[in-house]
Structures are given as C-alpha cells and as structure tokens.
C-alpha cells in the first residue's frame, strides 16, 4: 500500500487567507494524485485530479501542484465555504489510498 | 451528469451479512467503474473494490476479497456491494462512488453517492 501523509492535520485560518496543506507519499506516485473537500455529513467532492487539474466547476481559488512524492492543494483568499475536512488520495496502485485529512477551521 | 443514490442505513448483527445498492441516473453507467469506499469512526477512507459493468471486471481490496462481492445489473443501472460475516469493525459509511484504479481505469472518484450508514452490533 502507499501511504499518505497529510500536513498539518488542523489548520487555523481566516477568511480571505492563503492556505496550503501538504500530502507526502512514501513511494512515486508520478501525478495519479486527486484532492477532495468534505463537510459533515456529506459525500467527498472531487477538487483537483491528476494533482493540478482543477474539476469542472471548482473554483479557481483551488490548485494542486506536486509530482512523485510531493503534493500541495493550495486555497487562495479563503472563503466561509472553504471551511471544511480535506483528503488526497492516490490512484496509481490499486489500493487507492487516502490521506487521514486536513480540518480547515475558521480562526 | 451522472448522480448515484445509495440504499439506506442499515443496523446488522455480527455475522450476518451486509447488501447495499447504489443506483445511477442521469448518464452513462456501463462504461463507467463503479467503486465502493467506506469510512470506518475515527479510520482512512477505504478502498473496497470497484466494477465496470460493461466488461464485468471486478476488483477487490486484498484484505476484503474473501468477504465482499460487488456486482451490476446494467438493465435497472444499478450496482450492489455485499459484505458477509459482519463484525463491529465493519460499522462505517459506505459510499459508491465513480473512479478509482482496477486492471482497466485510472481515474479519481469525480462522483459520490450520498452515503450509507451501517452500524453492526449485538
């Protein structure tokens, strides 16, 4: 199995912030890496896949960078809709890990 | 768009035997692989396996394939995970959802049925 490592595990912030979250992979995944966004109570929504391919109708704000190891989802100028749980999760083995998430809360 | 909705919750005793349904709406579903995933209290999400019912592959996690069984019925768009000899360690959300990496795709999960709940306890 990969293993997924997400960076910090709870971050602070405020609305109109710049904020990055970190997911680390202990082997290559080349770019088979996706970011999801879920609120409480809800199904995942799919952000970023192939790690900086925004899906359709997610904002601009949102972008994914990273290659191999190493991988970023970065959320520009905060929004109140923002505050939520975040994941990425590898698709190139068939295990198709996730990480153990990121809460965003609002400081 | 193509929408998945999920049967609902479910309350199981230890070793019974666990079927949820998720169908799909709204567009293409036979060409698509349809993965199961659930989210165990205080765990990862969880990779079970995923289908594609046009060619009928299946695969399985390997810490699960003796226990769960996913298959189709293309004619009502409806796909089925069934998970036997439950025990409380199978109390999670168990979510359908389109994608995920099997023996012919690729690609993340881009749509997610809404979520079953199923707790198992004596």
């Known amino acids: 199995d990969i293993q997924l490592t997400q960076s910090p595990s709870t971050l602070s912030a405020s609305v109109g912030d710049r904020v990055t979250i970190t997911c680390r992979a202990h082997?290559?995944?080349?770019?088979?890496l996706a970011w999801y966004q879920q609120k409480p109570g809800k199904a995942p929504r799919l952000l970023i896949y192939?790690?900086?391919t925004l899906e359709s109708g997610v904002p601009s704000r949102f972008s994914g960078s990273g290659s191999g190891r190493e991988f970023t989802l970065t959320i520009n100028s905060l929004q109140p809709d923002d505050f939520a749980t975040y994941y990425c999760?590898?698709?190139?083995?068939?295990?198709?890990?996730f990480g153990q998430g990121t809460k965003l809360e609002i400081k | 768009q193509v929408q998945l909705v999920q049967s609902g919750a479910e309350v199981k005793k230890p070793g019974s035997s666990l079927q949820v349904s998720c169908k799909a709406s709204?567009?293409?579903?036979?060409?698509?692989?349809i993965s199961w995933v659930r989210r165990a209290p205080g765990q990862r999400f969880e990779w079970m396996g995923g289908?594609?019912?046009?060619?009928?592959?299946?695969n399985y996690a390997q810490n699960l394939r003796d226990r769960v069984t996913i298959t189709t019925d293309e004619s009502t768009g409806t796909a089925y995970m069934e998970l036997n000899n439950l025990t409380s360690e199978d109390t999670a959300v168990y979510y359908c959802?389109?994608?995920?990496?099997?023996?012919?795709?690729?690609?993340?999960?881009?749509?997610w049925g809404q979520g079953t709940l199923v707790s198992v306890s004596s």
């Open positions: 959802a389109r994608g995920g990496r099997t023996t012919l795709t690729q690609t993340a999960f881009d749509v």
């Open positions: 709204g567009g293409t579903f036979s060409s698509s692989v």
């Open positions: 289908i594609i019912p046009m060619h009928g592959t299946v």
């Open positions: 082997l290559s995944i080349p770019n088979w």
């Open positions: 192939g790690a900086s």
């Open positions: 999760q590898e698709y190139f083995t068939y295990s198709n890990s």
